[in-house]
């Protein structure tokens, strides 16, 4: 799919004023509720859903449904990047009030580097066929990896980015408001913020690797690839806020990303064999199953029904002092 540089700079303007729009509404810092988020989110959502009719209406259905998948798959495993963000928020202590402004320029960068590493990864894929082979089976590696080392967490502050950052740069181990910089007895320093905003993007900046290879198992249109990738980020602080109270309920939704990151790992090695690229159809269907079965088990299994149900076992088996 060949587009025009206009297109691409009016939806990089349109894109643009999007969030800065979010960011006027969010220039007091105040802590985002539930009710708040859960707008924002519908709001995203609506807009990614309506793109895809704007192309479906332009190129037609079979480039619609290629991006609805590419939008699903990155919206999905972008719900994994929550659970990172809590753990980092958490690590940190966090005011919640400024959680939103990390996020925000979180935001601008994910959108930056993976347009990077987009269109490398789309011309290494056109130019070189074997890079098929070596993009699939990093998936299925990852995918593997994700399903049985889920609990494997390193200390956001042992990033070597993070560290990095702060060998190159003064740092004060301290918040000063929603400040990423500040002064200190006469001397320019990066505060605490900055340092969670640098773990935030260095952590992105790894999922950015794995998301953009599974979408590019779907789609090598640099355009489509890229305004999936971008609607589905634009949505993610909302999304945090949304889900971030939820998200010990999701026990068993790296399953399903894990199945997900395979599944575009198989399909692209097959897209270089006689099998060739499986049919648009076939891989919404997976990738909806899938999200829906790994959500609808994590909910089943933490229902609070459940947790009763097997204290009340607990308490009246044989033995059991009363």
């Known amino acids: 799919m060949s587009v025009s540089w206009w297109i691409w700079a009016v939806l990089v303007l349109a894109i643009a004023a999007m969030l800065a729009v979010d960011l006027f509404l969010h220039r007091d810092n105040h802590v985002i509720g539930l009710r708040e988020a859960a707008v924002w989110s519908g709001i995203w959502i609506a807009a990614g859903l309506l793109f895809g009719v704007v192309l479906w209406a332009w190129q037609g259905g079979d480039v619609a449904g290629t991006y609805y998948a590419g939008y699903l798959i990155e919206k999905a495993l972008s719900i994994d990047n929550v659970f990172v963000f809590a753990l980092i928020f958490t690590y940190f202590a966090v005011p919640a009030a400024f959680q939103h402004k990390v996020l925000f320029w979180g935001v601008i960068g994910a959108l930056a580097f993976r347009l990077v590493f987009i269109f490398v990864g789309a011309e290494l894929l056109e130019t070189f066929f074997w890079t098929a082979y070596v993009f699939g089976a990093f998936l299925v590696w990852t995918g593997y990896k994700m399903a049985f080392r889920h609990d494997e967490q390193t200390p956001p502050d042992r990033n070597p980015v993070v560290r990095l950052v702060r060998r190159l740069i003064p740092t004060d181990p301290a918040f000063h408001g929603d400040r990423f910089f500040a002064r200190v007895d006469g001397r ?67 399953y399903g990303l894990a199945v997900l990151l395979a599944f575009a790992g198989v399909k692209l090695i097959l897209s270089e064999t006689p099998v060739g690229k499986l049919p648009i159809p076939v891989t919404l269907g997976v990738i909806v199953a899938t999200i829906a079965v790994s959500i609808g088990w994590s909910l089943r299994s933490t229902a609070p029904h459940t947790e009763t149900r097997d204290a009340d076992a607990a308490g009246s088996s044989p033995g059991t002092a009363r």
């Open 188 to 254: 320019r320093v990066a505060t605490l913020l900055f340092v969670v905003l640098i773990a935030v993007e260095a952590t992105d900046l790894i999922f950015a690797i794995d998301s953009v290879a599974a979408i590019l198992a779907i789609t090598t249109s640099t355009f489509i690839v890229w305004t999936a990738n971008a609607f589905a980020i634009l949505g993610l602080r909302s999304l945090y806020f949304c889900l971030a109270g939820l998200l010990r309920r999701f026990v068993h939704l790296h």
